[in-house]
């Protein structure tokens, strides 16, 4: 089946540092790749996606680039700021499938200090 | 547009009560699903709807039912609560029936079974 593994947080980080926080995935075909983002007492929310390889989706100064060759999405941060302090999610969803069934890892605690 | 909106947002049950856990999205979306959130577990799919009329079991379906009459509301039922059903409950949708749609999360409904 298919599965996200992400690196495990919590992640802490001083502002103004940079940021990686590896995703790799498993599944079949060619998968939409996704960050999510979940601050504090929200929902998650749709940071930025990829849906082929080679692809870069980015949105506030994070980016991330879908490498099939080696089943990454790794989400990138040049410059974090204390208000990027939340959870991130890497999540697939498995091609001719809805993104309603997509699956998720288990989720990266960023926190940035001062 | 208010989006995805869920209802109640905190909730105690003692363990036999049942509830209901309300969803509603004003986008005209097609797919809907919910989602429990653990520490430590990420998310995980209860159930999903691909439209009015249809439902499917997710991950980990045991436990909860729902059903869907209209297109804009997909309740989550817990006929007998249990003190694992403790968890952060999210109702997401999306759009069509692509991979490539990101899903829209609403606030959440934090339920405790004592």
């Known amino acids: 089946g298919n599965s996200v593994t992400q690196m495990e947080g919590p992640v802490t980080l001083s502002e103004e540092a940079f940021l990686t926080i590896n995703c790799t995935y498993t599944a079949t075909g060619y998968p939409s790749l996704f960050w999510y983002v979940q601050y504090p007492g929200e929902g998650l929310q749709l940071l930025l996606k990829?849906?082929?390889?080679?692809d870069k989706g980015s949105n506030k100064g994070f980016e991330a680039t879908y490498r099939k060759e080696t089943t990454s999405f790794h989400l990138e941060k040049g410059s974090v700021q204390v208000s990027d302090s939340a959870v991130y999610f890497c999540?697939?969803?498995?091609?001719?499938?809805?993104?309603?069934?997509?699956?998720f890892g288990d989720g990266t605690t960023l926190t940035v200090k001062p | 547009n208010a989006g995805v909106t869920q209802t109640p947002k905190f909730q105690v049950l003692k363990t036999g009560q049942s509830m209901t856990l309300q969803c509603a999205q004003d986008?005209?979306?097609?797919?809907m699903s919910w989602y429990r959130q653990d520490p430590g577990m990420g998310l995980r799919l209860i159930h999903y709807?691909?439209?009015?009329?249809?439902?499917d079991q997710g991950e980990v379906p045991n436990g909860y039912n729902v059903s869907r009459s209209t297109t804009e509301d997909f309740p989550l039922r817990l006929l007998s609560a249990a003190p694992s059903q403790t968890s952060v409950y999210f109702c997401?949708?999306?759009?069509?029936?692509?991979?490539?749609?990101?899903?829209?999360f609403g606030p959440g409904t934090r339920l405790t079974v004592l």
């Open positions: 986008m005209n979306h097609e797919y």
């Open positions: 990829a849906t082929k390889a080679d």
């Open positions: 997401a949708s999306s759009d069509g029936q692509s991979s490539y749609n990101e899903q829209f």
């Open positions: 709807s691909v439209g009015a009329g249809i439902t």
């Open positions: 999540a697939l969803s498995a091609f001719n499938t809805n993104a309603g069934k997509s699956t």
